[in-house]
């Protein structure tokens, strides 16, 4: 299965870190997993804002540059699991309606079993 992680990124100091270490403990716990982190894609991969044209640091880019980029991968995947905390994220809220919109299986970071 492979399977998207979406949560809280903005109002979240600690998101990389957060992110990264949920995205290894389900490789550990189900290594048949193919999880997909949204810190591993790039907002533009080329550097260039696909909004202003214009070549940014990767802090420079706007929420709308992210979910460029972040919707077409969460759309290869056959499941979305939505952190602690994603209910403030207006990414992750659209993240999460753009999953079930195409019938993707939605999971939250309480459901998921790590026995």
Not at 32 to 50: F, H, Q, S, W, Y
Not at 60 to 66: F, S, V
Not at 84 to 96: M, N, P, V
Request: with cysteine.
């Amino acid at each position: 299965m492979k399977i998207y992680v979406s949560g809280s990124i903005k109002d979240n100091p600690n998101h990389r870190e957060q992110f990264n270490k949920f995205c290894e403990y389900l490789r550990q716990w189900d290594p048949t997993l193919e999880v997909v982190n949204p810190m591993d894609i790039p907002a533009c991969p080329d550097g260039r804002c696909k909004k202003t044209g214009h070549i940014v640091l990767a802090s420079g880019h706007t929420w709308e540059c992210y979910m460029r980029y972040d919707i077409p991968e969460l759309l290869k995947c056959d499941a979305i699991i939505m952190m602690d905390g994603w209910k403030i994220s207006r990414g992750a809220q659209f993240e999460l309606y753009t999953a079930m919109t195409c019938g993707l299986t939605v999971f939250t970071e309480r459901d998921w079993t790590f026995e």
